[in-house]
């Protein structure tokens, strides 16, 4: 439990001469849901990206499974187990959502395999709603049913560590109850999950710890129970005041 999965050190990532992420040092350990907050534009989606080889950093390292993975491609890095639901989705909407979880598990031979049959029958019980939609093209889904798609299509790939980068975006309060509770679960089955998230409630509501990120640095970080209790957090770092409404409590 006390094994770190995923360590970024000292992570610098440029577009051109605009820095999006500074500096930036955080582990994750295994079996822990990590939630990573901040206002949109504080470089949360940049700093998942150069951890997963989407985009490259300008400067530091990414350890994962204690190997230096830095300079290794998004593909390498998802054969290891380190695999990322990207902003946005990012389906293939004129194939059917079974394409889509074939897909999802082309490095391991697609479903040639016992394991990724076996993942493909956990992943439908998961979202029994992909399994009544499993010959419906992805992009007639709603956006709902979308987002359960690409989490179930990154299940597929086995991932030892998932990133799931905006959950909630574009997507109404039940929707996103629904889809928290999935992560929660699969947490509790053991899977090391890093949600990146601007919805810090809901966030920090399943997580273990928390990372705060404003202006492309960690600006607090801690337990998500103390996080969500404090008011800068909560104000000051996402632009709204700390709410007393019915979200979930926080993990102790």
Request: hydrophobic share 40%; no cysteine; glycine share 10%.
């Amino acid at each position: 439990m006390s094994e770190v999965l995923l360590e970024i050190r000292k992570m610098e990532l440029r577009y051109g001469a605009a820095i999006a992420v500074r500096d930036i040092s955080l582990s994750v350990k295994r079996g822990q849901l990590v939630a990573v907050i901040g206002n949109n534009g504080a470089g949360k989606s940049s700093m998942v990206r150069g951890a997963t080889g989407l985009v490259y950093p300008s400067r530091g390292q990414v350890f994962f499974r204690g190997q230096d993975t830095t300079g290794l491609s998004a593909d390498r890095k998802v054969s290891r187990g380190l695999v990322m639901v990207p902003e946005g989705r990012l389906l293939f909407p004129d194939q059917t959502v079974e394409d889509n979880l074939v897909l999802g598990a082309y490095l391991h031979g697609g479903l040639k395999h016992k394991a990724s049959r076996s993942t493909l029958q956990k992943t439908l019980e998961l979202f029994p709603r992909l399994k009544e939609r499993l010959h419906q093209q992805a992009g007639s889904l709603s956006g709902g049913e979308q987002q359960m798609l690409a989490i179930a299509r990154g299940l597929m790939a086995q991932p030892e560590l998932l990133i799931v980068d905006e959950l909630s975006l574009g997507l109404a309060p039940k929707i996103v109850d629904q889809l928290i509770r999935a992560l929660s679960d699969l947490n509790k089955e053991g899977l090391t999950i890093v949600l990146v998230e601007q919805l810090a409630s809901y966030a920090l509501a399943i997580a273990d710890y928390g990372f705060v990120i404003a202006n492309g640095r960690i600006a607090r970080e801690g337990p998500s129970s103390v996080l969500s209790r404090d008011p800068e957090v909560m104000e000051s770092f996402l632009g709204k005041k700390k709410s007393t409404s019915s979200t979930p409590k926080p993990k102790e």
